[in-house]
């Protein structure tokens, strides 16, 4: 059996913002994660729970992802979007469409429950509940 050129590796995903610098205040002093290397050679990493982390990298051009890049599973999304509503996020409302949110931000026609925002360059994150 052959071995994969991935065996001893730690794979890690990546997205684009149009400043390292802002985004790295944001999932740091907003969001409250680590973030390690922020502007060094216009890239941070984003340090998730459980050892995973993500690249962030600047990108003169930047257009926000339409779709969401980063998914967190809380155990209470509605404590976890009044806790983030009061360190200034705002969440996404998807009034008129399959995906309508109510007053609160959160998406509660089927699935898991979930509430989706932003990062400062416009890409779309959620959180969602765990189980």
Known sequence: MTTSPFENTTAFSGFSVDDVEAAARFYRDTLGLTVTGAGEHG?????????????????????PASYTVLNFPVPD????????????????????????????????GGGPLIAWFTDPAGNVLSVLQDS
């Open 77 to 108: 999304v509605e404590a976890a979007v009044a806790e983030l509503g009061r360190r200034g996020v705002t969440f996404e409302r998807y009034a008129g469409t399959p995906m309508e949110t109510d007053e609160q931000g959160i998406f509660r």
């Open 43 to 63: 890239t941070a990493f984003i340090e998730l729970p459980g050892g995973a982390r993500v690249l962030t990298y600047a990108k003169p051009d930047h257009t």
